[in-house]
T-cell receptor
Framework: DAKTTQPTSMDCAEGRAANLPCNHS???????VYWYRQIHSQGPQYIIH???NNETNEMASLIITEDRKSSTLILPHATLRDTAVYYC?????????????FGSGTKLNVKP | EAQVTQNPRYLITVTGKKLTVTCSQN?????MSWYRQDPGLGLRQIYY???????DKGDVPEGYKVSRKEKRNFPLILESPSPNQTSLYFC???????????????FGPGTRLLVL
């Protein structure tokens, strides 16, 4: 099962873009990349996911490298409410679907 | 409103006293799962269920039981709680995405358990 590596923490100024990297060098061809975040001790919140192409929704953008070994979550205009732990997860199809490894995540600190 | 609910949200108990944490979802999801979260260890999967009467162990199943008699409910049972089960517990659900692999998992608000 593919695992992910993320920096422990990052700082970002309010109003600036936050770019959160993730390495998933052992990802296989049918595994999706998911991003979740957890604010304080609330339940994790879904942000975005992708397979090969870059994705964008109302919350964020996801950039996946061509070899799919890494990805970057972009929060275009970070606010103080975006301070949270961000988890990059890979999830497979078929027999790997039930596994959902969160890892340690990146603590994003958005500062005024 | 589509949601995953957990009860109770907070619980203090003593060693050996059986307890059940309930989880319910109103989205008709096939897949449900339980996680525990401990400082420095992230979220770890306890048990999961692919559908009614189908359950399987996650990474840390010892000391826990689950059942899936109805599609919407997935209770977590601690037959004889011990202090090392003090943790923050999350329930989650999603559609069965084994074919597509891209089903979003929705999480409940969490249950904070303290075992004395």
């Amino acid at each position: 099962d593919a695992k992910t590596t993320q920096p422990t923490s990052m700082d970002c100024a309010e109003g600036r873009a936050a770019n959160l990297p993730c390495n998933h060098s052992t990802i296989s061809g049918n595994e999706y990349v998911y991003w979740y975040r957890q604010i304080h001790s609330q339940g994790p919140q879904y942000i975005i996911h992708g397979l090969k192409n870059n994705e964008t929704n109302e919350m964020a953008s996801l950039i996946i490298t061509e070899d799919r070994k890494s990805s970057t979550l972009i929060l275009p205009h970070a606010t103080l409410r975006d301070t949270a732990v961000y988890y990059c997860i890979v999830r497979g199809v078929s027999y790997n679907f039930n596994k959902f490894y969160f890892g340690s995540g990146t603590k994003l600190n958005v500062k005024p | 409103e589509a949601q995953v609910t957990q009860n109770p949200r907070y619980l203090i108990t003593v060693t050996g006293k059986k307890l059940t944490v309930t989880c319910s979802q109103n989205m008709n999801h096939e897949y449900m799962s339980w996680y525990r979260q401990d400082p420095g260890l992230g979220l770890r999967q306890i048990y999961y269920s692919m559908n009614v009467e189908v359950t399987d162990k996650g990474d840390v199943p010892e000391g826990y039981k689950v059942s899936r008699k109805e599609k919407r409910n997935f209770p977590l049972i601690l037959e004889s709680p011990s202090p090392n089960q003090t943790s923050l517990y999350f329930c989650a659900s999603s559609f069965d995405g084994r074919a597509r692999g891209r089903e979003t998992q929705y999480f409940g608000p969490g249950t904070r358990l303290l075992v004395l």
